[in-house]
């Protein structure tokens, strides 16, 4: 595994971080969490080949992502993992606080080196964070020694990163940036510049890029290697947190990441090709993240916006329309049940105009079932 500076924190991080979030899940639906037989050993495994990076959030897993994570470091040294986590300021500071408390207990650690304002915005920090007290609140708590490093995750425009970037209140951010995904290259170019560290998630677009392009590409590598190396070239990043939840993604990231030299002109040739397959992707980018769910009407909003990419961006076909009914028509989430109620706007973080989009969705299905009959 090879380590980067995290900005001027002193501290060298693994160039590949563990993303807990996609962890393996058991239970009901509604009632589920994290299956610590199988996901402890993943972050274990993860560590043994060189990570030192995990990160998590307090609604991760269904509110058991500290959990998961505090029983996998369990007994390793402590100054040679570096946990990052979230929380956001969707609650009263009291509450915001115990949170904390709670997380401390659930990692069963004295520290956390790395504690995100979750989904921080220029204009909640400028109405929010730091008139109702929650910046203070970091600052005293990184006082107290149980956090070491105040940090901020964002899915804002880039010139609103910018913007938290010279407050000088973080030492590190978490922004997206992939393939797809491009637009935070500046924003992280200038937080590298101010000494911050760099966290990026999304590397592989939530494992969307591999099943959207048909690239094969070449030198005997697959999609999701040839996706983490472009964003492991870009020298002002720090750490790519990858979201893995198989033994042999965690292997092949690793292996990746240890390869984190220039690109080869075969591989630069093999980006361009995959860029020139998803350019009309923009306009409906959804990484799966699930932030919009759930939806009162029950509507599986990434999985629609998914099966609708596959069929009319990537010409999928073949029993397209079979695949949107069994999987989704059978529990009454296809996209006309949405009512327009407009609550999943705020919580996307890629602003996508969901309601609308979704119409888009309903009128291809529709059309598409008239034709087939």
């Given at each position: 595994m090879k380590y980067?500076?995290?900005?001027?924190?002193?501290?060298?991080?693994?160039?590949?971080?563990?993303?807990?979030?996609?962890?393996?899940?058991?239970?009901?639906?509604?009632?589920?969490?994290v299956d610590m037989e199988k996901a402890?050993?993943?972050?274990?495994?993860?560590?043994?080949?060189?990570?030192?990076?995990?990160?998590?959030?307090?609604?991760?897993?269904?509110?058991?992502?500290?959990?998961?994570?505090?029983?996998?470091?369990?007994?390793?040294?402590?100054?040679?993992?570096?946990?990052?986590?979230?929380?956001?300021?969707?609650?009263?500071?009291?509450?915001?606080?115990?949170?904390?408390?709670?997380?401390?207990?659930?990692?069963?650690?004295d520290y956390i080196d790395f504690y995100h304002i979750h989904g921080l915005q220029w204009s909640l920090y400028k109405n929010k964070a730091v008139p109702e007290g929650y910046m203070k609140e970091l600052h005293k708590a990184k006082d107290e020694g149980l956090i070491r490093h105040i940090s901020f995750s964002c899915h804002d425009n880039p010139m609103n990163i910018f913007k938290l970037i010279d407050t000088g209140e973080f030492s590190s951010m978490l922004v997206q940036y992939n393939l797809l995904h491009r637009h935070n290259d500046k924003a992280i170019?200038?937080?590298?510049?101010?000494?911050?560290?760099?966290?990026?998630?999304?590397?592989?677009?939530?494992?969307?890029?591999?099943?959207?392009?048909?690239?094969?590409?070449?030198?005997?590598?697959?999609?999701?290697?040839?996706?983490?190396?472009?964003?492991?070239?870009?020298?002002?990043?720090?750490?790519?947190?990858?979201?893995?939840?198989?033994?042999?993604?965690i292997v092949e990231n690793t292996e990746t990441a240890h390869n984190d030299g220039p690109l080869s002109e075969v591989e630069k040739q093999d980006i361009q090709a995959m860029?020139?397959?998803?350019?009309?992707?923009?306009?409906?980018?959804?990484?799966?993240?699930?932030?919009?769910?759930?939806?009162?009407?029950?509507?599986?909003?990434?999985?629609?916006?998914?099966?609708?990419?596959?069929?009319?961006?990537?010409?999928?076909?073949?029993?397209?329309?079979?695949?949107?009914?069994r999987s989704l028509g059978k529990r009454n989430a296809t996209a006309d049940f949405c009512t327009e109620c407009e609550e999943c706007i705020e919580k996307c973080p890629q602003n996508i105009p969901i309601p609308s989009r979704l119409k888009d969705v309903t009128d291809y299905f529709k059309k598409l079932k008239e034709k087939s009959k």
């Open positions: 980067r500076d995290f900005g001027h924190t002193g501290i060298k991080v693994s160039a590949l971080g563990y993303g807990a979030m996609r962890l393996p899940l058991q239970g009901q639906e509604g009632e589920r969490e402890v050993p993943m972050l274990q495994k993860g560590l043994d080949l060189g990570i030192n990076y995990i990160d998590g959030a307090w609604r991760y897993l269904n509110n058991t992502c500290d959990k998961v994570v505090g029983q996998a470091i369990k007994g390793r040294d402590r100054s040679s993992v570096y946990l990052s986590t979230k929380n956001g300021i969707d609650t009263d500071l009291k509450s915001w606080r115990k949170r904390l408390d709670i997380q401390l207990k659930n990692y069963d650690t170019a200038y937080a590298r510049e101010k000494g911050m560290g760099v966290a990026v998630m999304g590397p592989i677009g939530g494992g969307r890029i591999a099943f959207m392009s048909r690239l094969k590409p070449r030198e005997g590598r697959t999609l999701p290697e040839l996706s983490l190396r472009f964003v492991l070239s870009n020298p002002n990043i720090s750490v790519a947190l990858s979201g893995m939840n198989t033994m042999e993604m860029l020139n397959q998803v350019k009309d992707l923009d306009d409906l980018y959804c990484t799966g993240c699930g932030y919009c769910m759930p939806c009162e009407q029950g509507v599986d909003i990434p999985s629609n916006f998914l099966l609708y990419n596959y069929a009319t961006i990537y010409e999928f076909g073949g029993g397209i329309l079979e695949n949107y009914e």
